[in-house]
Nanobody
């Protein structure tokens, strides 16, 4: 079992920055990929970014490319999402997810084995 806990959400103004953290505990040694998704009312989970836990490869949704940066600290078993130049449309509940096996479709929620409880990010205009 793996437990994921997000933190760092809050209320900010457009143009501000936030850094989200996702702390993993439990059987984390078999982690292959970690990712950030977000969800807004009336919409399903939207892929935001992912990082390969061993090689550090990253990918981003087009909507956040150039503004968000995903990173990981293996020693701390923690993934981060640095969010700059925030926009009102970034308002959502942000979730981290972990896959314990190699995956092909990293933008698909069913590829992931564990999820955090989510942290709210609200960006005012």
């Amino acid at each position: 079992q793996v437990q994921l806990v997000e933190s760092g959400g809050g209320l900010v103004q457009a143009g501000d920055s936030l850094r989200l953290s996702c702390a993993a505990s439990g059987r984390t040694f078999s982690t292959y990929v970690m990712a950030w998704f977000r969800r807004t009312p009336g919409k399903g989970h939207e892929f935001v970014a992912r990082i390969s836990w061993s090689g550090g490869n990253t990918d981003y949704a087009d909507s956040v490319k150039g503004r968000f940066t995903v990173s990981g600290d293996n020693a701390k078993n923690t993934m981060y999402l640095q969010m700059d130049s925030l926009r009102p449309e970034d308002t959502a509940v942000y979730y981290c997810a972990a896959a314990m096996k190699p995956i092909l479709f990293y933008t698909v929620t069913s590829s992931y084995d564990y999820w955090g409880q989510g942290t709210q990010v609200t960006v005012s205009s």
